[in-house]
């Protein structure tokens, strides 16, 4: 089985950010014709790109293998400023933490506001920080700006960031139906789908 390490098209739509499946992956789902063929194509489209792939594959008389069905990721449990990681420790994985979340608001829905956190810190307390600083600039009364997460809003993206008992760092980002995990090595794209299973976003 191939395994693809595609270059992403500028003319690729976010939706279309994960072209890199595992083989394993691939040959135990359904999904749609495409191929695992590492291409290089700036200029072509992830769907052409992909017949492009299949059709060398079947020209060196191979058969080319069935792309993987994206996985869906329910970020809903994000929207959470005390949500806590499951326990890692048994994957080596001392902390994990969300350094950046993309957020949309109920009272701002066509806006979607992006927080990060510098300091390899938790980003809901840079949340919390920014939120209190737009409250006490708007606000003459400031006796509710500790109320920051007082309206409802839905996660668009998060990235998490995985420490491991030797101090090294997994970072990885997930929206709704995408993970770039796939630049990683086999064994640390298992830890981010073990760390994946046991939070119970994948449907």
Not at 18 to 28: K, L, R, W
Not at 99 to 116: C, L
Not at 142 to 161: A, G, H, K, W, Y
């Amino acid at each position: 089985m191939i395994k693809s390490t595609a270059v992403k098209s500028d003319t690729d739509d976010e939706q279309d950010m994960d072209t890199e499946i595992d083989g394993n992956e691939a040959a135990s789902k359904k999904g749609k014709p495409g191929t695992l063929l590492s291409l290089y194509a700036k200029d072509i489209g992830a769907k052409k790109r992909d017949e492009l792939a299949r059709c060398i594959i079947e020209a060196l008389g191979g058969k080319a293998p069935q792309r993987a069905e994206k996985a869906t990721y329910l970020l809903d449990c994000f929207a959470d400023p005390e949500y806590k990681f499951p326990d890692m420790n048994d994957c080596n994985i001392k902390e994990c933490h969300a350094k950046r979340i993309g957020i949309i608001t109920a009272a701002n829905p066509s806006d979607e506001m992006t927080f990060t956190n510098l300091q390899k810190h938790s980003v809901y307390d840079t949340m919390r920080r920014s939120f209190k600083w737009c409250r006490a600039e708007t606000l003459e009364d400031n006796s509710s700006v500790e109320d920051v997460f007082d309206q409802p809003f839905s996660v668009t993206l998060i990235s998490i960031t995985m420490t491991t008992k030797g101090n090294k760092l997994i970072s990885f980002d997930l929206r709704k139906h995408s993970c770039n995990r796939h630049n990683y090595p086999e064994d640390i794209c298992n830890k981010i789908q073990t760390l994946i299973d046991r939070m119970g976003i994948e449907v």
